[in-house]
């Protein structure tokens, strides 16, 4: 029971607004409350039915819960207006079937007091996290892994997780960076009884499977299905906005959004001192051109780097998409308005807005430039490169782009979706600890994650970063920032149905050499600003570069990353993070800021937790 409130008040921030235990001679369970919809005690949980048999604890949101209620009020009455009675009644008449009618985003626990039975499920997109451990006597699951270990399970560190990691800032799924801490992957459910633990599959994004339709009827279709997303997704008895960040995404969203609540409140983040990623005057343009109420939250260098140390300090493995700092801030301001609020996450893995997408269809269609960018590899590999200026950037990318076209496809997208070279994360490693990886379930991971890669085709690349990277980083970085802050983002581009009828469609309607997800952009040109057309894609970008050489320059040298620390530990090569750190201060850093950040992250949470 201590053991049970400890980890239920681990995750607080999560679900402020209440906190309900239910125990067992065989279960115990904790939630902890974000109040949405029915705010009234009545949605309370963990809850139970009116025959005390069955108990769901709920993270998340079921859009369609008011049709599926219709289908089920026939003689009993609801004691709640929330969807999380209708997600317990929905289970306790179809079981693991109901999973096929939700449209929504959730990890959820059914517990059967009479079979002792526990069912857990999560999203089919991956929105909402689900962590577990089990071992001969025990199961526990959490929505975070800090609730897992105020179980006292043991601290191990998982080589493979740490390898990957090195590569990608990231840990992919089922993997954590704790030994035995895993993950339930997107559209997975289990079962758990005196026969074991079985894992499911009960969804999959569907592999793109080209059908015929010309680009009008397809881009009339896109219209439709986003309109119909956002609306679902605007249900709440709470304050609720969306995220503007001046892009194409979050201005359909807004867009779309706006249409269907007039009172609609818009907000965004900017940067006072570095113009170069300030995206605000076309955040300002969109909101003045719908007509929303709209608040910027003007950042300094100095507002960042303060939360920093919060967003560290958050974690509970290392994750170091380092946009992290920006979405944390952008929670943080949003939740004194809003306790929901839209975003345009997930179009650029659906529809192909990275800058990678363009440059593998410009390597698919060959011709003289491509070529040449290739040739002259060796230039762009000397020349100066970095992130903080458009032609430094420019150059980091032409060397990629270079360095990629060489390669078989499957390194190719590695070699993109990544940080480090697969040799580079590996040397970084201790020699002692190398000899520990266990390389046959690396390269079986690997595999997993590259599988859909099977030749040079731009669907096929977006259906690996919808496997890989949106699950693993984007809608991670999202969800720990936001629940950091009590805030829920939903996700209008992940709509199962949009995102199975996109993956339809031929990948020419997606990207071309100088633009993606051009279907997206033509299927709303009319009704957005024309400004917002054919401009570089920035990101939310932090300025690590500056904050290493400066700020930051002492816990790099003197503390995290000082010889004393990497001797001590035994896990990275001391020649390594001398080059890496050499790097850092000469005038031609490339990306090493990003390895550095990754490096930070890891070795603050070693501190904390080992």
Same mark, same amino acid.
């Not at 990957?164 to 800032?169: D, E, K, R, S, T």
């Not at 939740?335 to 179009?347: E, F, I, M, N, Q």
């Not at 999202?478 to 009828?501: C, G, W």
């Given at each position: 029971?201590?053991?049970?409130?400890?980890?239920?008040?681990?995750?607080?921030?999560?679900?402020?607004?209440?906190?309900?235990?239910?125990?067992?001679?065989?279960?115990?369970?904790?939630?902890?409350?974000?109040?949405?919809?029915?705010?009234?005690?009545?949605?309370?949980?963990?809850?139970?039915?009116?025959?005390?048999?069955?108990?769901?604890?709920?993270?998340?949101?079921?859009?369609?819960?008011?049709?599926?209620?219709?289908?089920?009020?026939?003689?009993?009455?609801?004691?709640?207006?929330?969807?999380?009675?209708?997600?317990?009644?929905?289970?306790?008449?179809?079981?693991?079937?109901?999973?096929?009618?939700?449209?929504?985003?959730?990890?959820?626990?059914?517990?059967?007091?009479?079979?002792?039975?526990?069912?857990?499920?999560?999203?089919?997109?991956?929105?909402?996290?689900?962590?577990?451990?089990?071992?001969?006597?025990?199961?526990?699951?959490? !929505?975070? /892994?800090? *609730?897992? $270990? @105020?179980?006292?399970?043991?601290?191990? &560190?998982? =080589?493979?997780?740490?390898?990957?990691?090195?590569?990608?800032?990231?840990?992919?799924?089922?993997?954590?960076?704790?030994?035995?801490?895993?993950?339930?992957?997107?559209?997975?459910?289990?079962?758990?009884?005196?026969?074991?633990?079985?894992?499911?599959?009960?969804?999959?994004?569907?592999?793109?499977?080209?059908?015929?339709?010309?680009?009008?009827?397809?881009?009339?279709?896109?219209?439709?299905?986003?309109?119909?997303?956002?609306?679902?997704?605007?249900?709440?008895?709470?304050?609720?906005?969306?995220?503007?960040?001046?892009?194409?995404? !979050?201005? /359909?969203? *807004?867009? $779309? @959004?706006?249409?269907?609540?007039?009172? &609609?409140? =818009?907000?965004?983040?900017?940067?006072?001192?570095?113009?170069?990623?300030?995206?605000?005057?076309?955040?300002?343009?969109?909101?003045?051109?719908?007509?929303?109420?709209?608040?910027?939250?003007?950042?300094?260098?100095?507002?960042?780097?303060?939360?920093?140390?919060?967003?560290?300090?958050?974690?509970?493995?290392?994750?170091?998409?380092?946009?992290?700092?920006?979405?944390?801030?952008?929670?943080?301001?949003?939740?004194?308005?809003?306790?929901?609020?839209?975003?345009?996450?997930?179009?650029?893995?659906?529809?192909?807005?990275?800058?990678?997408?363009?440059?593998?269809?410009?390597?698919?269609?060959?011709?003289?430039?491509?070529?040449?960018?290739?040739?002259?590899?060796?230039?762009?590999?000397?020349?100066?490169?970095?992130?903080?200026?458009?032609?430094?950037?420019?150059?980091?990318?032409?060397?990629?782009?270079?360095?990629?076209?060489?390669?078989?496809?499957?390194?190719?997208?590695?070699?993109?979706?990544?940080?480090?070279?697969?040799?580079?994360?590996?040397?970084?490693?201790?020699?002692?600890?190398?000899?520990?990886?266990?390389?046959?379930?690396?390269?079986?991971?690997?595999?997993?994650?590259?599988?859909?890669?099977?030749?040079?085709?731009?669907?096929?690349?977006?259906?690996?970063?919808?496997?890989?990277?949106?699950?693993?980083?984007?809608?991670?970085?999202?969800?720990?920032?936001?629940?950091?802050?009590?805030?829920?983002?939903?996700?209008?581009?992940?709509?199962?149905?949009?995102?199975?009828?996109?993956?339809?469609?031929?990948?020419?309607?997606?990207?071309?050499?100088?633009?993606?997800?051009?279907?997206?952009?033509?299927?709303?040109?009319?009704?957005?600003?024309?400004?917002?057309?054919?401009?570089?894609?920035?990101?939310?970008?932090?300025?690590?570069?500056?904050?290493?050489?400066?700020?930051?320059?002492?816990?790099?040298?003197?503390?995290?990353?000082?010889?004393?620390?990497?001797?001590?530990?035994?896990?990275?090569?001391?020649?390594?993070?001398?080059?890496?750190?050499?790097?850092?201060?000469?005038?031609?850093?490339?990306?090493?800021?990003?390895?550095?950040?990754?490096?930070?992250?890891?070795?603050?949470?070693?501190?904390?937790?080992?």
């Amino acid at each position: 029971m201590i053991n049970l409130s400890k980890a239920t008040d681990a995750i607080t921030t999560r679900g402020p607004d209440n906190r309900g235990l239910y125990n067992s001679d065989f279960v115990g369970l904790g939630h902890t409350r974000l109040s949405i919809i029915d705010t009234t005690a009545a949605g309370s949980q963990p809850m139970t039915d009116p025959s005390g048999r069955y108990h769901i604890v709920y993270n998340g949101e079921i859009y369609n819960f008011k049709e599926l209620r219709k289908e089920l009020d026939k003689g009993e009455k609801f004691t709640s207006e929330t969807d999380t009675e209708v997600l317990l009644r929905l289970y306790i008449k179809e079981g693991k079937d109901c999973l096929q009618k939700l449209n929504g985003f959730f990890s959820f626990a059914v517990y059967d007091a009479v079979k002792h039975h526990l069912f857990l499920a999560r999203d089919r997109m991956g929105i909402k996290p689900l962590c577990y451990y089990h071992n001969e006597d025990k199961f526990i699951f959490a !929505s975070e /892994i800090k *609730s897992i $270990l @105020a179980f006292g399970v043991e601290h191990e &560190l998982d =080589t493979v997780a740490l390898y990957q990691y090195l590569q990608l800032n990231y840990t992919p799924a089922p993997a954590t960076m704790f030994k035995g801490i895993k993950r339930l992957m997107p559209g997975e459910c289990i079962s758990i009884d005196a026969h074991g633990v079985k894992i499911e599959n009960y969804y999959k994004i569907p592999e793109p499977n080209v059908i015929q339709v010309n680009y009008e009827e397809a881009r009339t279709k896109i219209r439709e299905l986003v309109e119909e997303s956002v609306q679902r997704r605007l249900v709440a008895d709470v304050p609720l906005g969306t995220f503007l960040s001046g892009g194409i995404d !979050s201005s /359909i969203i *807004s867009v $779309l @959004a706006k249409k269907h609540k007039p009172d &609609l409140h =818009t907000f965004s983040i900017g940067y006072k001192d570095e113009p170069y990623f300030d995206e605000t005057s076309y955040a300002r343009l969109v909101a003045k051109h719908i007509g929303s109420e709209h608040t910027v939250f003007s950042l300094s260098n100095q507002d960042l780097y303060e939360n920093l140390y919060d967003v560290l300090d958050y974690l509970d493995e290392p994750f170091a998409d380092s946009s992290a700092i920006a979405v944390y801030i952008l929670s943080k301001e949003t939740r004194k308005h809003s306790t929901v609020a839209l975003s345009g996450d997930g179009a650029d893995e659906l529809f192909g807005g990275y800058n990678k997408h363009r440059a593998l269809h410009r390597m698919i269609q060959g011709g003289g430039l491509s070529s040449l960018i290739s040739n002259l590899g060796l230039l762009w590999r000397i020349l100066p490169k970095s992130r903080n200026n458009p032609l430094t950037n420019k150059i980091r990318q032409l060397d990629r782009f270079a360095r990629g076209k060489k390669l078989p496809a499957k390194d190719r997208y590695w070699l993109w979706a990544g940080i480090t070279k697969e040799k580079e994360a590996y040397q970084l490693i201790s020699p002692e600890l190398r000899s520990s990886i266990d390389f046959e379930r690396y390269q079986n991971s690997k595999g997993n994650l590259l599988s859909s890669i099977t030749k040079d085709d731009i669907n096929h690349f977006l259906f690996s970063d919808l496997k890989m990277v949106l699950p693993n980083d984007m809608l991670t970085k999202v969800d720990l920032m936001s629940m950091a802050n009590s805030l829920e983002i939903r996700t209008p581009f992940l709509d199962h149905k949009l995102v199975e009828y996109v993956q339809s469609l031929p990948g020419e309607f997606k990207v071309n050499s100088n633009m993606g997800k051009k279907i997206l952009q033509d299927a709303f040109r009319e009704e957005l600003p024309a400004k917002l057309y054919n401009r570089q894609k920035k990101g939310f970008e932090v300025p690590l570069l500056k904050w290493f050489r400066k700020e930051l320059k002492p816990l790099i040298t003197d503390d995290l990353l000082s010889d004393r620390m990497i001797q001590s530990q035994g896990i990275f090569d001391l020649k390594e993070i001398h080059k890496i750190k050499r790097r850092l201060f000469s005038s031609n850093p490339g990306d090493v800021q990003a390895r550095i950040w990754g490096l930070i992250v890891f070795q603050w949470w070693w501190r904390k937790f080992f």
